[in-house]
């Protein structure tokens, strides 16, 4: 198997071109990859910096007591925190983003803003683990009320209802096995009960799906992951556009103190910027590898939603068009027929891609959601979820797709040969 290789790597993706073909200068905040780049605002008068700069202050000056100020404390806002939700904002023409220290602080203020004691959210049962633990360990006690569903079922969702139902909050695709829910249909439930749809887009970003224009009211984004890009920042963002429901975010943000710190959102700044061109290479290189892989005799299942095997392989294409097109992010669920122990031999072997938490960045990295990210959930509902002992989540990096094809093959390849004997001896290890 090790002795398929690609012949040439993938070729760059040709720069965009002017939409409008006219000579005229671009306008400032047309094309994603231009607002990627000129979203946050123009160089500053002062210095004329290219880069915004980094306000590394905890309080400004006021001329008059209680007068009318841009910013008074850096934990109700700050200039470099503005540019990178202008930015962000603008990625999904709406109004300027709510940045927070992580992505579960921009859960944790959504939930907070829509919710108060003997309210209910509906959760789809397939979500980040840490949003789980939230509503199942932090919110509960407060007499905030969740029930996760399975929202690749519409009518599992619509069931759900209840007369205190304030929120409906979905994760597509969901993190670790990559099952779709179909945004604009439970919108379409969502808004007929006046409730508050959110749709974590973390997976996907702006680039490849757009919640908002589906009907979303809000998009969540752990922008640890692919907006930044980096492995370099932890951050999150609410964005919707509605600016009075922004506006109460935001003082919610204030009121507990979780904003994103200016450094960290500097760096987030720096990596949004390249966000298409990343994007569209991550899921190039995903598409090609998860074709690869498909069929390999140590693999009960290649999932990724650019696969014609794909189960919800329509709504992938209709739901998955971003401002660059169809594409479908950098992830793909690999179900190892060895199970756990499979999972830690391959995790040993592998050279280049790095057995590590999270997702979305330039390093390729593998994650065991049934000890990791998701070992805070309960097993029957891990179980339920499809979350089993060999699923493995794959992120696609920039690496040399070459070189992660040879490196998973020879992983994978050395699980095939192995007897089953020898991958229990392995687990007892563990
Ligand atoms: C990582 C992640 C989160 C949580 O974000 P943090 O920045 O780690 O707090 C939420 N949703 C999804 C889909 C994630 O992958």
């Known amino acids: 198997m090790s002795s398929i290789r690609p012949s040439t790597e993938i070729p760059l993706p040709s720069p965009p071109t002017s939409p409008s073909g006219s000579q005229a200068p671009l306008p400032r905040a047309d094309g994603f990859a231009t607002r ?65 220290a992580s992505g579960l602080a921009a859960t944790h203020a ?41 929202a690749t079922e ?23 096995t990559l099952e779709l829910c179909d945004i604009a249909a439970i919108a379409r439930v969502a808004t007929a ?31 640890t992951k692919w907006i930044d890009g980096h492995n370099a920042t932890i ?25 994103q710190s200016p450094v960290q959102a500097w760096l987030t700044l720096q990596g949004v910027k390249t966000l298409p061109l990343r994007m569209e290479r991550h899921s190039a290189v ?22 014609a095997s794909f189960p919800q392989r329509a709504l992938a294409s209709r739901q998955h068009v971003g401002a660059i097109g169809e594409g479908h992010g950098g992830i793909i669920a690999l179900d190892l027929a060895g199970g756990r122990a499979a999972a830690v031999r391959l995790a040993r072997s592998l050279r280049i891609v790095t057995l590590a938490e999270s997702l979305g960045s330039v390093e390729s990295l593998l994650t065991h959601p049934a000890t990791m990210t998701h070992a805070s959930v309960p097993e029957g509902h891990r179980v339920a979820c499809g979350i089993g002992p060999g699923l493995v989540r794959l992120s696609v990096g920039l690496e040399s797709d070459v070189d992660l094809l040879d490196d998973l093959l020879r992983g994978l390849d050395g699980l095939a040969s192995r007897s089953l004997v020898d991958e229990e001896e392995v687990a007892r290890a563990n």
């Not at 939230?134 to 969740?146: K, N, Q, S, V």
């Open 110 to 150: 959504l939930a907070l803003a829509t919710l108060a004691a003997g309210d209910h959210a509906i959760v789809g049962a397939t979500s980040y683990g840490g949003t789980l633990r939230l509503f199942r360990e932090t919110l509960a006690p407060l007499g905030i009320r969740a029930t996760f569903v399975d």
């Open 154 to 176: 519409l009518r599992a969702v619509a069931a759900a209802f209840e007369p205190r139902t304030r929120l409906v909050l979905v994760e597509t695709p969901a993190n670790p």
């Open 235 to 259: 951050g999150g963002s609410l964005v919707t556009r509605d600016a009075e429901f922004r506006n109460r975010l935001a003082y919610l943000r204030t009121c507990v103190g979780s904003i």
């Open 193 to 223: 009960a006046r409730v508050r749809f959110a749709v974590d887009n973390t997976f996907l970003t702006p680039t490849f799906q757009r919640p908002l224009d589906l009907g979303a009211d809000v998009t969540l984004t752990s922008t």
């Open 286 to 307: 995903a598409q090609r590898i998860a074709s690869r892989l498909e069929g390999h005799p140590a693999l009960r299942s290649t999932r990724y939603p650019g696969l």
């Open 36 to 100: 990627a780049i000129h979203g946050w605002g123009e160089p500053d008068d002062l210095t004329g910096s290219i880069l915004t700069p980094i306000v590394q202050a905890a309080t400004y000056r006021q001329r008059v007591p209680g007068g009318p100020q841009a910013h008074t404390y850096s934990r109700a806002s700050n200039p470099t925190v503005d540019a990178l939700e202008r930015c962000l904002g603008g990625l999904e023409s709406a109004e300027p983003a709510v940045a927070f």
